[in-house]
C-alpha cells in the first residue's frame, strides 16, 4: 500500500508538511505508551497511533487547519482539543441513538481511543440548507432549504480532488457495494436527523456535513473520522447576519476571522445543551 492511498485506520491523507509542534504530541498522561510508537497515518487534521491491541488506535486530534484540498494551510488555536471534545458528545448521542460508531473513549481533551476500522473512501454528504459546492456547481441560492435532505457521494482522494460521484460512477469503481452504499445512506440520514434534533436544541442549525465511515475487524460498519466544525457548516439561530451567524470552518475558508471564537461557541453550546438536560 502506497502512503497516500491508505485508509486504513481514519482513512486520512499522509501529509509530509505538519509542522514540528505536531511532529510528535507532547506526552499529556499515562494513557500513552511511551515512547510513542510510529504514527501509523499522519492526516490533515489527525494523528492516527497503534496500540497493544490491533483492534483499538489512537487518534490525536491537531490544531492544523486545511481548506480547498490543503491549497490553504493555517492553524486554529485550541481546534484539536475543541474538536476532539465536540466529537466524543456527538458520538456519544448517537450511540445513544443507536448509531455504531468508531468511539471508544476520551482518554485527554485531544486524544481519542477508536476502533480500528477500514475507511471506505467515500465522503458522504448530506445537505439542509444549500450551501458550498452545491451552489456553487448548480446556481442554487446559497441558504435555500432542501427538504428532503440531499445525501452525496464523493470519492475520497485527494489527488483527484474528491469528486463528485454519481450512482453509475460508484459502480462502476466498486468502491462499496450498492447494499453498503444503501446503509451508508440510510445511516447518514439517520445522523441528520439525531443531529439536526441535537444541534437546534442548541440553537445552532445544522446546515450540512461530511461524513466518513469503516469496517472494523469484526465486519460492522461504522461512524468514523469525527464530527465537527471542522465537518460540518453550523449556523447561530441567535444572529441573522449572514457572515456573523457562521460558526464552523468557513470562516477560516473565507478569511472571515474570529476562528477560534466560532468553534468555542459552538463547544458551549453544546456543553449547554448537555447540562440542561442531565
Ligand atoms: P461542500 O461540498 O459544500 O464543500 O461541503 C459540504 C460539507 O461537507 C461541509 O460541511 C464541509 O465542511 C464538509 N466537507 C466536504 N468535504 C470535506 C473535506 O474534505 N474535509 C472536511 N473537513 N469537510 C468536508
Given at each position: ?97 443507536g448509531i455504531a460508531t468508531h468511539w471508544i473513549d476520551t482518554p485527554a481533551k485531544d486524544w481519542m481511543r477508536v ?134 470552518k468557513d470562516r477560516f475558508r473565507q478569511d472571515l476571522g ?21
Open positions: 500500500m502506497t502512503n497516500s492511498r491508505r485508509t486504513f485506520g481514519l482513512g486520512v491523507t499522509i501529509s509530509t508538511t505538519v509542522s514540528a509542534r505536531h511532529e510528535r504530541p507532547p506526552i499529556v498522561s499515562d494513557f500513552l505508551p511511551d515512547p510513542l510508537p510510529e504514527k501509523l497515518y499522519e492526516g490533515k487534521a489527525k494523528i492516527l497511533y497503534p496500540t497493544d491491541d490491533a483492534d483499538v488506535l489512537l487518534s490525536f486530534f491537531k490544531d492544523d487547519a486545511t481548506a480547498f484540498n490543503a491549497q490553504k494551510r493555517g492553524s486554529i488555536a485550541g481546534k484539536g482539543e475543541v474538536n476532539c471534545t465536540l466529537s466524543t458528545h456527538l458520538f456519544q448521542q448517537l450511540e445513544a441513538a476502533k480500528t476500522v477500514e475507511i471506505v473512501p467515500l465522503e458522504v454528504v448530506v445537505r439542509n440548507i444549500a450551501a458550498g459546492s452545491l451552489c456553487k456547481q448548480t446556481g442554487i441560492a446559497l441558504g435555500t432549504p432542501i427538504d428532503p435532505p440531499l445525501v452525496e457521494f464523493f470519492y475520497k482522494d485527494d489527488d483527484l480532488g474528491d469528486p463528485l460521484l454519481t450512482r453509475d460512477r460508484l459502480r462502476l469503481l466498486d468502491v462499496a457495494s450498492e447494499e453498503t452504499v444503501e446503509t451508508l445512506k440510510a445511516m447518514a440520514l439517520e445522523i441528520d436527523r439525531i443531529l439536526q434534533d441535537f444541534f437546534a436544541r442548541g440553537d445552532l442549525t445544522l446546515v450540512d456535513f461530511k461524513l466518513e465511515f469503516g469496517t472494523t475487524r469484526s465486519g460492522e460498519i461504522v461512524l468514523a473520522d469525527e464530527i465537527s466544525p471542522d465537518t460540518c457548516r453550523l449556523w447561530d439561530r441567535r444572529e441573522s447576519d449572514p457572515q456573523r451567524r457562521i460558526l464552523d474570529k476562528v477560534e471564537d466560532a468553534y468555542e461557541t459552538v463547544l458551549q453550546r453544546v456543553a449547554d445543551v448537555l447540562e440542561a438536560e442531565k
